[in-house]
């Protein structure tokens, strides 16, 4: 039988602190305290946005009525640049609202988004003076409603010198 070995009286041993294999054993746990920290910091910084409406989330499921609502009517909407207006043509089975509502969200940004009201100028056809912001051009992520929203068309559009009409339709539902 042999004896465990000890250390030999002349000689001691290094604090628990000065050992390599407890650091190598603390390393992860310490790394992710440290990177649990850094996340809550990310988090409370820069906060996710909310969806607009509800604050239940039902937002999204009232999103997709409107929408369908647009499609079951043929609603399409011609978005164009003429002079210094926005001008919008509507087309379909529906009532002519007295007036549009519009947001407009800067492609890939976070910035505000632009809210105009589009009022009628004739049948069918509905016009606003255009924003600085809007008139520089770009890539913008429009949602056109009328004011009772019982509709909703969703789209990209691009805005500049030159662009064609962009023609908004809605999605055909899902089988």
């Given at each position: 039988m042999t004896m465990p070995k000890r250390a030999s009286p002349g000689r001691q041993e290094a604090p628990w602190y000065r050992q390599a294999g407890f650091w190598w054993l603390m390393a992860p746990p310490f790394a992710a305290v440290v990177g649990g920290?850094?996340?809550l910091k990310v988090a409370i910084d820069h906060p996710d946005q909310l969806l607009s409406g509800d604050p239940a989330g039902s937002?999204?499921?009232?999103?997709?009525?409107?929408?369908?609502?647009?499609?079951?009517?043929?609603?399409?909407?011609t978005l164009e640049q003429k002079g210094g207006y926005l001008q919008i043509t509507l087309r379909g089975q529906h009532e002519r609202p007295e007036i549009l509502l519009?947001?407009?969200?800067p492609w890939g940004s976070r910035d505000q988004p632009q809210h105009l009201s589009l009022h009628a100028s004739s049948p069918g056809i509905y016009r606003a003076i255009m924003p600085a912001a809007l008139a520089s051009g770009g890539n913008w992520y429009v949602e056109l409603a009328p004011a009772d929203g019982k509709w909703l068309l969703t789209g990209p559009l691009r805005l500049g010198l030159g662009e064609q009409p962009v023609v908004m339709g809605a999605m055909p539902s899902m089988p």
């Amino acid at each position: 039988m042999t004896m465990p070995k000890r250390a030999s009286p002349g000689r001691q041993e290094a604090p628990w602190y000065r050992q390599a294999g407890f650091w190598w054993l603390m390393a992860p746990p310490f790394a992710a305290v440290v990177g649990g920290m850094i996340t809550l910091k990310v988090a409370i910084d820069h906060p996710d946005q909310l969806l607009s409406g509800d604050p239940a989330g039902s937002a999204i499921p009232q999103v997709l009525i409107q929408e369908a609502q647009a499609h079951s009517k043929h609603i399409t909407a011609t978005l164009e640049q003429k002079g210094g207006y926005l001008q919008i043509t509507l087309r379909g089975q529906h009532e002519r609202p007295e007036i549009l509502l519009i947001q407009l969200q800067p492609w890939g940004s976070r910035d505000q988004p632009q809210h105009l009201s589009l009022h009628a100028s004739s049948p069918g056809i509905y016009r606003a003076i255009m924003p600085a912001a809007l008139a520089s051009g770009g890539n913008w992520y429009v949602e056109l409603a009328p004011a009772d929203g019982k509709w909703l068309l969703t789209g990209p559009l691009r805005l500049g010198l030159g662009e064609q009409p962009v023609v908004m339709g809605a999605m055909p539902s899902m089988p």
